[in-house]
């Protein structure tokens, strides 16, 4: 009888050591299920809004453009740095007490004077978009990491051409969106469909407010912060009604004097209230005007500036083609 109660007992202990073995084994899985589910469900970084909630200072955003070609029209020796194009702007948020030294930096220029124009652009988009030529490598990563260290702000602009536009606009953005310089997207309209026969030759054509609504929200759904530009100097071809956070960029040009300049760009604010708007400015053909202040890259866009009402954002964005020039005096 003795043997029969150990032998029992014996059973059992195996059966209970059997059952803590399988339980710990699940509880494990679990475990790693749980941690598996924590990293797929890690919540979207917040790098805060791209438009401040209030306007704090006359000029919101100073700095300068950057394209492909505008650096060789300015006379530089050579493409400038990283580095230098980061001190531009900081010596244009110099100018402007309280503003944040800002880029329009052109991601994708347009290729092909005959049939079809493409956007080409400078990084792997990852994906088939028709009329858009990309490249192996990122050309901007180390320009931006160091606006991400800086608290720069950065608007990545397209010449689109004849390209489909929405997907480039949130291809962009998704290959961006970790970048919290990074601020949204934007689109010159000049060059948009340049060859349509319904519009005046170098216009492009209009940015109608179906389009805009596209737009608007395909870079709104890889992060809400994100914000588009439209770029024109002719208020024809920005959408009629839709706004969102719109910021409306002008970069006319060839004007007279001083006064007439002014009057134009505040008349394009007053437009577009109380929506942002930008003023890119600096153009050689505009050099008889602000050639004659003292130190144009700080005097130009406070006056310009000046009338835009007070709660209202406003942009100061030095063209790249002088930029050369505009860096010898002042800050």
Known sequence: MKKKFLSLAFYV????MLFVLVLAVSCKKQEKTETA???VEEPKIDYGPSIPPTKTAKVTWAGCRRSDYGWKEAMFKREPSAEEWINYAGRMGAEYEGSIPSFIWIVGSITGNEGAQRCSVNFPVGQKIDGVEDFPADMNKAFLDMCDEKGYSVWLQVEPGDCDL???AKATMEFYK????????GVDVEWYKTKNPDMPAGYGTKIDDDLAKAL???IKS???????FLKHWDGGWMPPTYRSDIIFVNDSQYFDNLEKMKSFFTAWAERYYPNPVMFQIGYPADYD????LENPKGELGAILAEDVKDDQHVGIIWVDFSLRKAMQSGK
């Not at 202990?13 to 209970?16: D, M, N, P, R, Y």
């Not at 970790?178 to 997207?185: N, R, Y």
């Not at 890889?222 to 588009?228: A, S």
């Open 289 to 292: 005007v602000w050639g004659k």
């Open 216 to 218: 608007d929200e395909a």
């Open 222 to 228: 890889v992060d809400p912060r994100f914000t588009l």
């Open 166 to 168: 929405v997907p480039l």
């Open 178 to 185: 970790d970048h919290k310089c990074v601020k949204g997207f």
């Open 13 to 16: 202990a195996i059966v209970t």
């Open 37 to 39: 589910k924590t990293v």
